[in-house]
């Protein structure tokens, strides 16, 4: 049995050290706002923060969880309220199956540098796939989001 603590909560959790954190958020914790894309890490579908830090959650395995603060897209942030304000706003999902990566990565972006510059977002956005291809609105959305929180402070 192992203690997990996801979005600020403690999970019990039996599985063994080497399965697929994703595996574990959706299937035995029951948060399914984090997705399956590709399964090699590469699309960014899955993207979750552990400590703060982007990791693709169907490549890292369980054990590497253990004693940290994992964060999902069902978590709740400062960063992430004007996030969504920002992607309702400009209409930045179409499909939305990349969407709960792409918040994520953006958060963790938001929560590291208060006015992101294009190059930074590009830099933190790089290996989430959109095959919607709504990359132009995700950059503004971010930007929007930037600016508003700075405000708010």
């Not at 959650?57 to 996030?83: D, H, M, N, W």
Request: proline share 3%; with cysteine; aromatic share 6%.
């Amino acid at each position: 049995m192992q203690t997990l603590s996801i979005n600020g909560k403690e999970y019990q959790v039996d599985v063994p050290d080497d399965m697929p954190l994703l595996w574990v958020l959706r299937d035995i914790v029951g948060l399914t706002g984090t997705k399956f894309g590709c399964g090699v890490a590469q699309c960014g579908a899955c993207s979750i923060m552990i400590d703060g830090t982007v990791v693709r959650s169907c490549s890292t395995p369980v054990s590497l969880a253990k004693g940290r603060q994992v964060f999902t897209i069902e978590g709740s942030s400062t960063s992430l309220t004007y996030l969504g304000q920002a992607w309702k706003e400009l209409s930045v999902p179409q499909c939305g199956y990349c969407q709960s990566g792409q918040l994520i990565s953006a958060a963790a972006l938001l929560d590291a540098k208060e006015t992101p510059t294009d190059d930074d977002i590009d830099e933190a956005m790089n290996g989430n796939i959109c095959r919607c291809g709504t990359y132009v609105r995700i950059k503004e959305a971010i930007h929007m989001a930037a600016k508003r929180k700075k405000e708010a402070i």
